[in-house]
């Protein structure tokens, strides 16, 4: 993997890479080139990774630069100014068209996964995220979702809660892996304002090159993304 070919957009101050999936953005256990290694090398100086998704998982990371630039990344976080969306193909057809998910959600660091309660205790976090029903082809389903809350693991846990595990992630109820091991969870769509020049930025993500990901013609929703943002403009 080249890291340049991953760039979706860079500016003086940070980067954004889309993604592959099966590796890490942060250095980890197994000794593979990060996300973080990969971009240290084409800044020639330590990057700073500001959000992180899973290995299996692919789509939009950023990278910052500096210190400076990680700190205003973290403040547009903070304060919910950045906007991020996913994509998931799903097993099951959620119930509805378009809702708004609350769970109550902790982390189990011993076996890497997320855990939905009932009721908020000791440690439990609060869990948002909207999703929207796109389209379906066979037996999968094509689902939007609106990420309000980063907790770990969240939309594959919280999908899983409402009988809609992701294909292929076996950690949270599909019955089987895929060949790559990878999960069809897309982190597609970002938008913030950027710090220093104020740019509204919209960027998008193509999914990976699988025949599954072709199917649903993420391009063509994608195109009509472009054109609803143009006429609001």
């Not at 919209?202 to 699988?210: D, F, I, K, V």
């Not at 599954?212 to 006429?231: S, T």
């Amino acid at each position: 993997m080249k890291f340049k070919d991953c760039i979706i957009r860079e500016s003086p101050y940070w980067i954004v890479v889309n993604k592959p999936v099966n590796i890490s953005v942060q250095p980890d256990k197994t000794g593979d080139p990060s996300i973080k290694d990969l971009a240290s090398t084409y800044i020639s100086k330590e990057a700073l990774v500001i959000n992180r998704i899973d290995r299996p998982v692919s789509g939009l990371v950023i990278i910052g630069k500096s210190t400076e630039a990680q700190e205003a990344f973290r403040e547009l976080f903070a304060t919910r100014k950045i906007k991020k969306y996913y994509l998931a193909i799903t097993q099951n057809k959620p119930p509805l068209e378009r809702d708004k998910l609350h769970h109550f959600i902790k982390k189990n660091s011993k076996k890497n996964k997320s855990f939905i309660y009932s009721e908020k205790e000791e440690g439990v976090k609060d869990a948002y995220l909207i999703y929207q029903y796109l389209k379906s082809i066979d037996k999968y389903h094509l689902v939007k979702i609106r990420l309000i809350t980063g907790r770990h693991h969240q939309i594959r846990a919280q999908l899983a809660h409402i009988d809609c595990p992701i294909r292929g992630d076996v950690k949270y109820g599909y019955p089987r892996a895929n060949r790559v091991h990878s999960i069809q969870l897309h982190s597609w769509k970002l938008y913030f304002k950027d710090p220093w020049t104020g740019e509204h930025i919209w960027l998008y993500a193509e999914p990976p090159e699988e025949n599954i990901w072709k199917a649903f013609d993420v391009h063509g929703i994608q195109e009509e993304e472009l054109k609803r943002h143009e006429r609001t403009k």
